[in-house]
């Protein structure tokens, strides 16, 4: 429940003002446009999102200590140790704190460390104790990272005590990646608490298991769901590792939580939040008290785009800012370029600064939850954390977690939801700056660079069955990844499916800009420039999104004139653009185009004359809020000639 406070100053008194005037105000700005569709909207699962609300008791909500700074982490994910190294200490040099060490595996990009050599190559030179360490391992190979990455501590000169690590361990990660569970449950679970019980014994205190929601986040997921799947995630650890002797308190508290953070600001630090809300809840509900769960949150890559990739850094930006804002304990910024290929050097510096600026110039991490009391977003918080609480319920009476990954029910779920935001930006209703609106025409994405194939170290004589006290033992002994190899013996799942967001208009766009001749559509404009200006804007805009070539017709000519241009233009489709009042002008100009051969469309959707302009051979409106990957379908489709029905 929302309650109102009095405001701590005396400031906003100075400013007399009160909902309704402010209302009444923004109502005549609009002219008689309704004013609450702008300013409140609904989340993909439903949740509503208030533009206004009264401020709020601000609440604790118990997660980075006040005045902390968030660790703002790099992502070294370069194939070479010698050359990551370089990048890794670039980093930590010009405002990196921690490092994201994505490993290489047989069929995924990133550093080759997969032995205590290649490791050490490219960690030299870093302080352990001072720059926190995030291990992202290829599907079934986070135990070994986890059991590399402790030989290797423990090689150094630094105790287990004073380095912060998040294994990465996650028992769940591997079905849902990859399609298949590395081993039985129970063998699985086994090794886990193993894995715990070892790290704890050799002194390491930081999060072992690592429940990852981006591969959710990636496939589509919304927020609700991947709070719930967070948290399904997670009791399913702590059944599977009480259930092997670890007490609760401590296989609790061995968690932390991985979550994409996207542009969508408010969203994103009310999802954060929520998360903690939900696991305070878990706690309470095992008698255990407060204990602050470590988020660690990476801008979505879901949201990145290949073309008009400079918008990423945007896109980026803002997520950074509002994963801590939203209390994240540690932040990963992807480079801009992510969706093209492996990041360029300027790409990486631009990523590093961002988090830099958004620590220094907004001084965000002084404030302990920053969020709290701002109506709206409390609103939110609370309503995701209802939404999610209720999701979380269904998996559990359903089977829990793990049920729903093997049934395939968890992909299904997740699914529906990527349909509604697919249906939802084809209609560009969610609009994607530099792909679906304001595209840059002609522009040329970058080929990715081309990168050899990395080369695995081979095996030595270990056991791919060693529990993992002694895989750590084999990592000093000069082991490698070959020798722990998982075969996948446990059951089939469904596996989650990565899609940007943006690639149903890229690819459209890709293939139409590759074809010699490149489709095109004519523009007929019909009346003086000021009247048609803005349709003929939106349709630019619309078929340039499509890679369609627009060929504009002379304005302020004669009907013969406009058919002469678009005979010689050769486009098959004539999309007549005027404003609704000089529509029924046309008519006789839609006939001529249509006798030419052309198929005409029209540009909006008038309300009064639209059957005489079907009559006269118009065959299709195109407006906002049409599915514009159908038009532009229908625009670039090979046998769309003249004279062809569209």
Known sequence: ???????????????????????????????????????????????????????????????????????????????????????????????????????????????????????????????????????????????????????????GQVAPSDVSILFGLDLLGDAVRAGAFAREWKEAASRGAAALNELRARGFASPVFVIDQRT???AGASEAQELAGALASAVEHVRALTDEGVDATSAVDSIAFVFACDADQFATIAKLRAGRLLWAAIRRELGLGDRP????????????????????????????????????????????????GPAGPDARRLARNAQSIVLEETNAYRVADPAAGAGAIEQLTDALAEKAWGLFQDIEKAGGMRAAVESGRWAADIADVRKKRA????????????VSEFPKA???????????????????????????????????????????AVQPSGPRATALLSQRTAEAFETMRDRNEAQHPQPAAFLALAGPIARHSARAGFIRNLLAAGGI???????????????????????????????????????GLIAALKKAGGTVWIAGRPKDGADALEAAGASRFVAAGDDALAVLEAASAPALTRGAAA
């Open 1 to 155: 429940m929302t309650m109102t406070t009095a405001p701590a100053t005396g400031f906003a008194a100075d400013f007399p003002a009160t909902e309704d005037a402010w209302r009444a105000a923004a109502e005549a700005a609009l002219k008689g446009r309704p004013l609450e569709p702008l300013i409140s909207r609904r989340t993909i699962d439903g949740v509503a999102v208030a533009g206004l609300a009264p401020r709020a008791v601000p609440r604790v909500i118990v997660g980075r200590p006040a005045g902390a700074r968030w660790i703002a982490m790099s992502r070294i994910d370069v194939a070479d140790p010698e050359a990551a190294n370089v990048q890794a200490l670039e980093d930590l040099n010009n405002g990196s704190s921690g490092l994201s060490l994505v490993f290489a595996g047989q069929d995924r990009s990133g550093l080759v460390a997969d032995n205590l050599k290649r490791l050490a190559k490219a960690l030299h030179g870093v302080m352990l104790d001072l720059a926190p360490i995030h291990l992202d391992a290829a599907p079934y190979q986070a135990e070994a990272a986890a059991a590399l990455m402790a030989a290797f501590v423990e090689k």
């Open 216 to 218: 959710a986040h990636d």
């Open 293 to 340: 769960l470590h988020i660690h949150a990476e801008t979505s890559r879901r949201m990145m785009t290949r073309k008009d990739a400079e918008t990423n850094l945007v896109r980026t930006t803002i997520a950074a800012f509002a994963a801590g804002v939203g209390g994240a304990d540690s932040v990963t910024v992807l480079p801009y370029d992510q969706a093209i």
């Open 423 to 434: 249906a939802s930006i084809a209609t560009r209703k969610s609009a994607i700056v530099g």
């Open 442 to 484: 002609g522009e040329r994405t970058p080929d990715a660079p081309a990168t050899p194939a990395p080369t695995f170290a081979a095996a030595t004589s270990a056991s791919s069955a060693s529990a993992f006290p002694d895989m750590a033992r084999a990592f000093a002994n000069g082991a490698s990844f070959a020798d722990f």
């Open 549 to 587: 070539a627009a060929i504009e017709g002379p304005t302020g000519s004669d009907e013969a004139a406009v058919v002469s241009a678009f005979k010689q233009s050769a486009a098959a489709t004539a999309i007549l653009c005027a404003d609704d009042a000089d529509y029924p002008e046309t008519i």
